[in-house]
């Protein structure tokens, strides 16, 4: 019984250290991301109902640690701080290269690594910063435990790399393994110069209809015909639920336009809208036959090209299908938009304007 007991803890463990990630969904604010200086924060859950988004080493300038000693445990605890304290408290060394968009090094950019440490006997942050040399190139050496954060800053810059955590644990396969002689490339927009957007950050309740509607961007309403968006709803008759499952989709079309799906992280650091790849439209389908992949709504970002390419857009698409028939459809946009006739995305947030204005 014992034996099984240790086995439980260690298996919640690796699911729990090594397989958990957060929800994705946009930031507060899209634009101010498009700036050389602003973090990257998770944000709030999606709603349950919605389905998933389809060289020479500088010297270390500081080190600080915080821990907290977490309390004895029976002997099973021991146990099982004891394999914490050899698979989940190794050596966190890392190789690194700043490029930017053009394959230039990022010369004299500060650095900041935060170790992440649960090794059984201490939880707790330890954070170095190096800075990068005349060819791009740092080397952290910060200390034992799980995984590494990485955020590179540099004025005139702005990250463009999603994946900067680095998970070294040997409790997950395929864990980060530091190459001396390949160093790990982390990209980083220089700044071409900041051009006023307009935020879109709408919240729509949409009487059901089948007919298609509407979406001007740039002023957040419903129009006639025209705008940006194109969004039409089939839904059947009565209640259209998780207990009640029926078929429903939505088209997205693009007036006079194309869209590109993508990842809210990819967005985050996406400066210059995409010259081609689009598509007119994409359709989301939710089939009863596939009862696995049904939901009552979905979320999406997309990179949109609209008005014969005067607008290009960045938006997050959030949609949650009505139970009732009287019920309203709900409708969330949020984003960005250049209307300037330019892809350029490098958002000012002093200067971005709200729709409506």
């Known amino acids: 019984m014992g034996f099984i ?3 439980l803890v260690v298996i919640v463990l690796v699911l729990w250290y090594g397989k958990k990630q957060p929800a994705e969904t946009p930031l507060a604010d899209l634009a101010s991301t498009n700036t050389a200086s602003s973090p990257v924060t998770p944000a709030q859950a999606a709603p349950f109902t919605s389905a998933p988004i389809h060289s020479n080493a500088p010297a270390v300038k500081s080190v600080t640690t915080t821990s907290t000693p977490i309390s004895p445990g029976e002997s099973k605890g021991q146990r099982t701080a004891e394999i914490l304290s050899t698979a989940n408290d190794v050596p966190i060394i890392f190789y690194g290269k700043l490029e ?5 090094p990022v010369v004299g950019a500060d650095v900041a690594g935060t170790t992440t440490i649960i090794n059984g006997a201490t939880t707790g942050a330890n954070r170095v910063s190096v800075m990068s040399d005349g060819n791009g190139l740092f080397q952290l050496n910060a200390g034992n435990g799980q995984s590494l954060g990485i955020m590179p800053r540099k004025a005139g810059y702005a990250l463009a790399t999603t994946g900067t955590e680095f998970n070294y644990s ?10 001396q002689n390949n ?3 982390i ?3 220089k700044l071409q110069g900041a051009e006023s957007l307009v935020n879109i950050d709408q919240n729509y309740k949409l009487h059901a209809t089948d007919a298609p509607m509407n979406f001007d961007l740039l002023t957040g309403k419903v129009v006639p015909d025209g705008g940006d968006l194109k969004i039409t709803v089939i839904r059947p008759s009565g209640v259209v639920s998780l207990h009640n499952r029926q078929d ?4 997205v079309e693009v007036v006079s336009g194309g869209l590109i799906e993508t990842s809210v992280g990819e967005a985050r650091v996406t400066y210059v809208a995409p010259d081609s790849g689009y598509q007119p439209s994409d359709a989301f389908l939710f089939s009863t036959n596939a009862p696995h992949k049904w939901f009552g709504g979905f979320d999406q970002m997309f990179f949109i090209s609209s008005r014969n390419g005067q607008v290009y857009s960045k938006v997050f698409f959030s949609f949650n299908i009505n139970r009732n028939p009287d019920d309203p459809m709900s409708l969330i946009l949020h984003g960005v938009a250049n209307a300037g006739n330019s892809r350029n995305w490098e958002g000012d947030s002093d200067t971005t304007q709200p729709t409506g204005q």
């Open 100 to 104: 930017d968009q053009f394959g230039n």
């Open 248 to 251: 429903w989709s939505v088209q």
């Open 187 to 189: 990209k980083m927009w």
């Open 170 to 179: 040997h409790l997950n396969e395929g864990y980060y393994v530091p190459d």
């Open 5 to 7: 007991a240790i086995a």
């Open 183 to 185: 160093p790990t490339v």
